[in-house]
């Protein structure tokens, strides 16, 4: 089973929601699709559904123009960002509703309600009103909807970001986990979220959107290792990759009077000229001998410390491994770790990678 | 300073509860007079200041012939009207407002808010400019003086009130519940049966007991477009007073003609005190 989007367009005011969007997904895999807020993912995904038609373009799903089915008839399941079910029904009837809608027999629905509360974790929840539980619990009722259907194509939304952070990283964990099962079986897999750490963590293939358009679509290890532009280095990326401007001149990088320093071995096939340069915050450190940085803001994360510096244009995130104060004002030598550079055209695109550079 | 502020509050809400409640009082205390305890000053104590009876209530289903006031028909016109009004008027009305609150319409330069705001204009008018219109309308088709007259002009009323409330409640409902039903296997029609209107039943609550109350203090149409053949208990309760205005009888009939709205207030309270979307969208 494929579902192969054509140059799916859609301007309903002055900008594109979907601009050219074209993709091949295949039954089994998990697809994620990541972009910034507003890039046009739910969009994509209500088209995919149903809910939106495309203004030209077209999906084809084994052959047959899935554009003319109605959202009634598409066998898809979607979750959504807020925690969507029925308030008036209980866990079990929410769950049931779809299948009750195919008429299907009741000891198969009930079964199958049964097993997808199972997988999420609401054994004995059924007898619940949606009220009565928490969001997490109530997000885990409308996955067990979308799963109990056996749906081809399973939409999710962003379907934990309205969950606090512990809530997060427990369902993040169990969604993978019931997704990896689920996408081994019939179903296409695909997910919307705006966190590229979600993104990476699910893996599969991800497609990179911004503005209505599909930036890059590769394995989330490719999209990592080979951002195929600017825009996607900084959409993949939390924080996102440092961008400098500058130059290769003489073998070296110039980023600024007192920051330069030698071409990486696989930079050095660059001819000379200007060019933007990536970094990411984990690949700048802090130690002696490096370039004379001033503390803009100091950020604690968790275990991690964000440090924001700046040294006369150019400024840069660094990601520290440890819990450290700084005062703001106060001067740091930070080290780049220039086997990890990226070099990018002034257009954008990729010129090259510590991974090989584009494919 | 929260002694004093609590004081006053008990205080303000005591008045306020004596203001409330002391016509009912009156009025309850008055149906069970005669005519001597009524004329002869104020009284206000049954047993102590007054001997009480039913009088005033026997009449109220003795027909004129016998003494009486005979409300018991127009009582039931009244019940018949209003709850027929009110009935088709939230049907039409919450169908129009899912239409308006889930639907882009355009003609010209006029859109939904446009639409929504041409159902509620009607309400701004006064009856009367109203009044002669219905009256030759409901000539020509010889509807005057029916009961089915009367519903057609509350629905005509009645309607834009439930529109405006309901298509602010369905505002309030999130539209991911419709496309979740959707998804689900619902069509349209289904989606809206099975998962909207069920959500909005307290919506649907506010709207009909607001049609039932202006449906059944109605009094200016029912007094226009009635003559003889058909009486409401408004207009049947101001054709008591009389010469000799029979207070027993009329305080009798006035608590007979509150009792409807009291009983439907406690029915659907719950329905007001708490919302039935929460779980809808976390």
Known sequence: MSLIASNLCLKPDTEYHLNDVCFEMSKGEIYTIIGRTLAGKTTLLKTIAGLIAPESGSLILDGTDFGRIPVWKREVAMVYQQFINYPHLSVYENVAFPLKQRRMPKVEIRNRVMRALSQVGLDGFENRKIQALSGGQQQRVALARSLVKEANIVLLDEPLVNLDYKLREQLREEFRNIFSAKASENSILIYSSTDPVEAMQLGGQILVMDEGRILQQASAKEVYENPNSTKVSQITNDPAMNLFEGAVADGKVILSSEIHFDLPQHCQALPQGSYNFGLRAAAISLSDGGFPFTVELSEISGSETFLHLKHEHVQVVGLLDSVQNFNIGETVSAQFDTAHLYAFATDGRLKSSPYGGPK | ?282
Do not use: H
């Not at chain 2, 002391?22 to 305890?37: G, M, N, V």
């Not at chain 2, 009207?81 to 129009?96: C, E, H, P, Y």
């Not at chain 2, 407002?97 to 319409?105: P, Q, W």
């Open chain 2, 1 to 282: 300073m929260g002694f004093l502020y609590s004081t006053l509050k008990y205080l303000a809400v005591t008045l306020w509860s004596v203001f409330v409640i002391a016509p009912f009082l009156w009025a309850i205390s008055t149906s069970f007079k005669d005519f001597q305890s009524v004329t002869n000053g104020a009284t206000y104590i049954p047993w102590v200041d007054f001997e009480p009876t039913l009088e005033g209530w026997r009449a109220l289903w003795k027909s004129p012939a016998q003494g009486g006031v005979a409300i018991v028909e127009p009582f039931f016109n009244s019940v018949f009207v209003t709850a027929a009004g009110s009935a088709i008027s939230i049907l039409l009305g919450t169908l129009a407002a899912y239409a308006l609150s889930r639907f882009t319409f355009k003609a010209g330069p006029i859109r939904n808010g446009d639409i929504t705001f041409f159902f509620i204009s009607q309400r701004i008018m006064p009856p009367v400019v109203l009044a002669i219109p219905f009256f030759i309308m409901l000539g020509k088709f010889s509807l005057l003086d029916t009961l089915v007259g009367l519903i057609l002009v509350y629905i005509v009323l009645l309607m834009p009130i439930a529109v405006w409330i309901m298509v602010d409640f369905f505002n309030k409902v999130p539209r991911e519940i419709d496309e979740t039903a959707l998804i689900d296997g619902c069509n349209p029609y289904q989606a809206f049966y099975k998962v909207v209107l069920p959500n909005s039943i307290p919506g649907i609550v506010v709207a009909g007991m607001f049609c039932m109350i202006f449906g059944w203090t109605d009094f200016f149409f029912s007094f226009i477009l009635t003559f003889t053949e058909v009486q409401l208990l408004p207009v049947a309760i101001v054709a008591l007073n009389s010469s000799i205005t029979p207070w027993w009888s009329l305080s009798a009939a006035a608590l007979v003609s509150v009792a409807p709205l009291v009983v439907v207030a406690f029915i659907v309270e719950r329905f007001l005190s708490k919302g039935n979307l929460s779980g809808a969208l976390k």
